[in-house]
């Protein structure tokens, strides 16, 4: 996800992203555990988006 797309989003919108990249990445560490994942560099593409959501979170926060 881009930071220009979460940028335009409300702050609502970016709790319910927030927690729905968090139960994707908790089903992708299930798969990864079990064998079932092919595709390993998912888990790190949904850390960034985890990572650029808090970050832009916290910035409309302190403004």
């Known amino acids: ?3 220009k797309e979460l ?3 409300g702050e609502k919108e970016l709790q319910d992203l927030l927690k729905e990249k968090r139960v994707q990445l908790r089903e992708l ?3 990864t555990a ?3 994942l ?4 998912s888990i790190g593409k949904v850390k960034r988006d985890i ?3 808090m970050t832009i979170l ?3 926060s302190h403004a």
């Open 1 to 3: 996800m881009k930071t």
């Open 51 to 53: 990572a650029r959501i």
């Open 29 to 31: 560490r299930f798969k």
């Open 58 to 60: 916290k910035e409309k």
């Open 38 to 41: 092919a595709d390993n560099q």
């Open 34 to 36: 079990s064998g079932r």
């Open 7 to 9: 940028k335009t989003k």
